[in-house]
């Protein structure tokens, strides 16, 4: 049975793997490779800008897509997601394993880290028992040169059967002669011949028995000996993949069927049960990864990375792991406080200048007068608010993120973390979806794509609300400032400021724990997985690509969506504050409907209703409160916080009303976007609704819980 290039491109398609190309004859070009070893940075590198990003068709997981050429062809590269191995033991792992399989590349590069090569080849040599059109990237030589670890790339090459590259992606060396082995394998001037990997005996002749059947189904669309394995494997996914690929059921073909039950039997004989098969499988793979490096990979030096060693005794160790995690937590805070305060008040007079401007110009065109307030005093300035409170601190805080990601230091914090999370019957990753949560609690909804298990990633998603985003910051330190700081100035209020901030994050963190445990032990039941956790060495950042690469992935792309969802509201808002019932706005008589039940949580009318009415951006919800008491129909600002806080306290507060308004916005329903993103990511209105219903319930009770108490001793 044989099947066209034509019919396998469709089915690729119709597998969700659809390549945009600019060109019919553009040439498809995979870009694989371990997680920390420089793939993006050699896609990066080589696509510049010209480049995209999107989903795979019914997947959560990121794709990236760039166009380069060299002067005889045009390329797509395809970013395929970051794995370990093939084996599709996570989504990450399926979408590898499928676009290698059916996304019909030209030539797959498979990118791997000169400090551990051998670990590496691993999804190297499973990579070649797909594809024959492979081309090995080894990557950051210049690290393994400063570890004194030699490597003969040219004893790899020939060991493997497939070209090997020598690069140092970040410095943009290797990659013009990486290009000219993509051009030479894909124009057919070099033809790889791929190692093929000898399995034990026993194996070879239950391959041996199965091989013929599938070749005659498959004809050369794929490998007949990668898919006899798969099928001795028992990869249920694997089959239902081939099956839509090859456009027939592998179980309607009899003699496919005889063989497979010949090929069992065989196994049986020698006592290999399917998890017996899968071990020697692995053992396999890591035996041939070790021969090839032999000799091919020196280590000059013993000890070659234990400075890296030292300084994980200091950074992951039960003594001083946590704490150094918590001052560095604190360290990040002020200097996003501290940094963040000129530029966010410089940004406010610009944008309330070209508000002035704007509201010049649509009063010059004879607009009406409530046409003109709406637009320039509820819309305009709801967004302007937004962006100078979240613009600067975003713009500081997701570049220090990146960094410590950059230098290798967030997978320790994932280490340090991990024995806690599996008490709460969670997994460890969900330290790094967390961390990203301070930043942008969307963000780091969408962060948990990491986690493989969708029990695991629920319990991540509906948690990750309890560490405040940076739209809840300005809440919390006002809060502090005005009324725990006191009047101290300069450089010991800030770090005052940033010392209590973090320990009120701590309280969050905490919560994150108890309510993680409390959901795996009732409607999320479950034994937690484990995960392979790799401590990369330790970089030296890239500041500038840093900063480009969280600014316009992270910090653009959450103050877009803000923006989308604050605009509206900034018109609710107005509508609400200038049409009155009895002489009394609708947003004091809503104000006044939920006094009692705030009063009971330690707040009033009017912090509760801010809160609701901040439902789109977390940032609006002190301007909303200081429109309320002074009985303005547009949003205000003060010169300073202490004339705040002479306003808060003429109606009424005290520390105890300062300490709940914290505590309820620690823990209070998820901002629009984030919902927004929930909603995406779960696919499901039911778990969207328990983002919403666990924190606020949690909010409330603990509020009501100190109010009482607190009241108590006063």
């Known amino acids: 049975m044989g099947l066209t290039n034509n019919s396998m491109g469709m089915k690729a398609v119709n597998l969700g793997l659809e390549i945009k190309k600019q060109s019919l004859d553009d040439k498809v070009i995979a870009l694989a490779g371990n997680p920390n070893v420089g793939k993006s940075t050699v896609f990066n590198e080589l696509t510049g800008m010209n480049q995209h990003t999107g989903n795979w068709a019914g997947k959560t997981v990121s794709n990236a897509q760039g166009y380069c050429s060299t002067k005889n062809q045009a390329y797509v590269l395809v970013d395929i997601p970051g794995t370990y191995s093939l084996m599709a033991h996570s989504v990450e792992e399926e979408v590898a394993r499928n676009f290698i399989c059916f996304g019909n590349p030209d030539a797959v590069v498979v990118v791997c880290d000169a400090t551990c090569l051998e670990r590496n080849l691993n999804l190297v040599l499973q990579t070649i028992e797909i594809s024959k059109n492979v081309i090995v990237c080894v990557n950051l030589m210049d690290e393994a040169k400063r570890k004194n670890i030699n490597i003969d790339l040219m004893k790899i090459?020939?060991?493997?059967?497939?070209?090997?590259?020598?690069?140092?992606?970040?410095?943009?060396?290797?990659?013009?002669?990486?290009?000219?082995?993509?051009?030479?394998?894909?124009?057919?001037?070099?033809?790889?011949?791929?190692?093929?990997?000898?399995?034990?005996?026993?194996?070879?002749?239950?391959?041996?028995?199965?091989?013929?059947?599938?070749?005659?189904?498959?004809?050369?669309?794929?490998?007949?000996?990668?898919?006899?394995?798969?099928?001795?494997?028992?990869?249920?996914?694997?089959?239902?993949?081939?099956?839509?690929?090859?456009?027939?059921?592998?179980?309607?073909?009899?003699?496919?069927?005889?063989?497979?039950?010949?090929?069992?039997?065989v196994l049986d004989k020698y006592g290999i049960d399917p998890n017996k098969f899968k071990d020697k499988i692995v053992s396999s793979l890591v035996l041939e990864a070790e021969k090839v490096c032999q000799g091919a990979v020196v280590f000059e030096k013993e000890g070659y990375n234990l400075s890296d060693r030292r300084i994980d005794k200091i950074l992951t160790s039960k003594a001083t792991g946590y704490p150094i995690m918590l001052l560095l937590l604190a360290f990040v805070f002020w200097i996003t406080?501290?940094?963040?305060?000129?530029?966010?008040?410089?940004?406010?007079?610009?944008?309330?200048?070209?508000?002035?401007?704007?509201?010049?110009?649509?009063?010059?065109?004879?607009?009406?007068?409530?046409?003109?307030?709406?637009?320039?005093?509820?819309?305009?300035?709801?967004?302007?608010?937004?962006?100078?409170?979240?613009?600067?601190?975003?713009?500081?805080?997701?570049?220090?993120?990146?960094l410590l990601e950059d230098a290798g230091y967030l997978p320790r914090v994932a280490y340090n973390l991990d024995k806690t999370f599996k008490r709460c019957c969670a997994c460890g990753k969900q330290a790094l979806t967390m961390c990203m949560g301070f930043g942008c609690n969307a963000a780091g909804i969408v962060g948990c794509r990491i986690i493989d298990s969708p029990r695991e990633r629920l319990l991540a998603i509906l948690t990750n609300n309890f560490v405040p985003c940076n739209g809840r910051f300005p809440t919390l330190i006002a809060m502090i400032t005005m009324f725990f700081v006191g009047s101290t100035g300069g450089t010991l209020a800030s770090l005052l400021s940033a010392i209590l901030l973090t320990v009120f994050i701590l309280l969050g963190i905490l919560t994150t724990f108890g309510v993680t445990k409390l959901l795996s032990n009732t409607i999320l039941k479950g034994v937690p997985s484990s995960f392979t956790l790799e401590l990369p060495p330790y970089r030296k950042p890239q500041i500038g690509?840093?900063?480009?690469?969280?600014?316009?992935?992270?910090?653009?792309?959450?103050?877009?969506?803000?923006?989308?969802?604050?605009?509206?509201?900034?018109?609710?808002?107005?509508?609400?504050?200038?049409?009155?019932?009895?002489?009394?706005?609708?947003?004091?008589?809503?104000?006044?409907?939920?006094?009692?039940?705030?009063?009971?949580?330690?707040?009033?009318?009017?912090?509760?209703?801010?809160?609701?009415?901040?439902?789109?951006?977390?940032?609006?919800?002190?301007?909303?409160?200081?429109m309320s008491y002074m009985a303005q129909g547009s949003i205000v600002e003060f010169d300073n916080l202490f004339e705040m806080k002479e306003l808060?306290?003429?109606?009424?507060?005290?520390?105890?009303?300062?300490?709940?308004?914290?505590?309820?916005?620690?823990?209070?329903?998820?901002?629009?976007?984030?919902?927004?993103?929930?909603?995406?990511?779960?696919?499901?209105?039911?778990?969207?609704?328990?983002?919403?219903?666990?924190?606020?319930?949690?909010?409330?009770?603990?509020?009501?819980?100190?109010?009482?108490?607190?009241?108590?001793?006063i």
């Open 157 to 265: 090459s020939k060991r493997l059967g497939v070209p090997v590259v020598g690069t140092i992606a970040r410095k943009k060396n290797g990659l013009a002669e990486l290009m000219d082995i993509i051009d030479k394998v894909t124009d057919g001037t070099i033809t790889p011949t791929p190692l093929c990997i000898h399995y034990e005996k026993e194996i070879e002749e239950a391959i041996e028995v199965l091989e013929a059947a599938v070749k005659n189904i498959t004809g050369n669309i794929i490998s007949s000996r990668w898919l006899s394995i798969k099928l001795l494997d028992q990869d249920a996914s694997l089959m239902k993949e081939i099956s839509t690929f090859l456009g027939i059921n592998l179980c309607d073909s009899s003699d496919l069927v005889e063989a497979l039950e010949e090929a069992k039997a």
């Open 545 to 626: 690509k840093v900063i480009l690469r969280s600014i316009f992935d992270r910090t653009l792309f959450v103050l877009g969506r803000a923006i989308i969802v604050a605009a509206p509201a900034g018109m609710i808002i107005w509508f609400m504050a200038n049409t009155t019932v009895n002489n009394i706005s609708i947003l004091n008589h809503c104000a006044t409907f939920l006094n009692p039940f705030a009063m009971l949580m330690g707040l009033d009318g009017v912090i509760l209703l801010a809160f609701i009415l901040g439902f789109p951006a977390n940032e609006i919800v002190i301007p909303i409160i200081i």
């Open 648 to 713: 808060f306290i003429n109606h009424g507060w005290t520390w105890i009303t300062a300490i709940c308004t914290m505590l309820f916005s620690l823990m209070h329903w998820p901002c629009s976007t984030t919902l927004i993103t929930i909603k995406k990511e779960t696919n499901s209105w039911k778990w969207t609704f328990f983002a919403i219903a666990i924190p606020t319930f949690i909010g409330i009770i603990s509020c009501i819980l100190f109010a009482s108490v607190a009241k108590l001793f």
């Open 337 to 402: 406080i501290t940094g963040a305060n000129y530029p966010s008040q410089m940004l406010a007079k610009m944008l309330f200048w070209v508000q002035d401007q704007l509201s010049v110009f649509i009063l010059y065109i004879n607009t009406p007068v409530w046409l003109h307030d709406m637009l320039v005093l509820g819309i305009y300035r709801v967004l302007a608010w937004v962006v100078s409170v979240m613009l600067p601190p975003m713009a500081i805080f997701f570049p220090l993120f990146t």
